[in-house]
């Protein structure tokens, strides 16, 4: 699928300094298509902006946002100055991993408004333009953790859920508009953010690491064709095994356990 041809010249990646969000910028910036990189760190941005130019001859706008900000997206668009957007990958997140009284109200706050709310809102504002054109793409990143209770995981659990089910649900309204919208539900991924958390592996099937070029790659290719998805054969077995075969109680006691062993918890 020629992606430029489908949806547009200019694709917005909100995490984009890095892991997932570095990979799509990649995929796109190959096909010809300009980009807006955003995330709060200026300077990995840039870095992978002036590697992307010089590649691809491509135009990149870099903005330094904190996207758990109450006014993020509209610090987004004042920067953009007009510009269109025509393809849009949320791919931020927060975590914080550990017992949810231990962290503070303000701490989960930040994680529900950077994982759940700035998404929405970007969603909504773009989604619309995109649908008013007949024409645009959605990626909203999601994870594996958001299909049951995940101990220790709670906060950035419940927020990849309602990521999952306001992607489903808009890949329902907007199925014959002309804009393609889905949940990527991403397993264990080898980000630079994953491996600085240190995990330990917890058994001889815990699925295989995935690549962020890997996840990238098969989400594009699912776009437009369902409402979401989970990355990697050996991540849909395990999702199934939990979702399909396991009593609900014992799926999320094993979230928790395995949670709990991989942090040393």
Request: hydrophobic share 45%; aromatic share 8%.
């Amino acid at each position: 699928m020629n992606l430029k041809q489908k949806y547009g010249n200019t694709a917005l990646i909100a995490g984009a300094s890095e892991g997932i969000g570095a990979a799509y910028a990649t995929r796109f910036a190959a096909e010809g298509i300009d980009l807006v990189l955003i995330a709060r760190r200026l300077q990995p941005l840039e870095q992978l902006a002036d590697l992307l130019r010089k590649k691809y001859g491509i135009y990149v706008k870099c903005i330094s946002c904190d996207l758990s900000a109450i006014n993020a997206t509209r610090l987004v668009e004042d920067a953009l100055n007009g510009l269109e957007i025509n393809l849009l990958v949320y791919n931020a997140a927060l975590s914080y991993i550990g017992l949810f009284l231990k962290n503070s109200v303000e701490d989960h706050t930040r994680a529900a408004q950077l994982n759940m709310i700035t998404p929405l809102n970007m969603v909504r504002l773009y989604g619309e333009k995109m649908t008013i054109r007949g024409k645009g793409a959605v990626v909203l990143m999601t994870s594996l953790a958001g299909f049951q209770g995940s101990g220790y995981l709670a906060v950035y659990a419940a927020t990849k859920a309602f990521n999952r089910i306001l992607a489903e649900s808009l890949w329902y309204e907007w199925k014959n508009s002309g804009v393609d919208i889905i949940a990527c539900c991403a397993g264990a991924t080898a980000t630079p953010g994953y491996k600085n958390s240190h995990p330990e592996k917890t058994g001889f099937f815990t699925p295989r690491l995935l690549d962020p070029e890997e996840v990238a790659d098969e989400c594009l290719k699912k776009l437009g064709k369902q409402p979401s998805f989970i990355t990697g054969r050996g991540n849909r077995l395990a999702s199934f095994i939990m979702q399909k075969i396991m009593p609900r109680k014992m799926a999320v006691n094993i979230m928790g356990d395995t949670t709990r062993k991989m942090y040393r918890l």
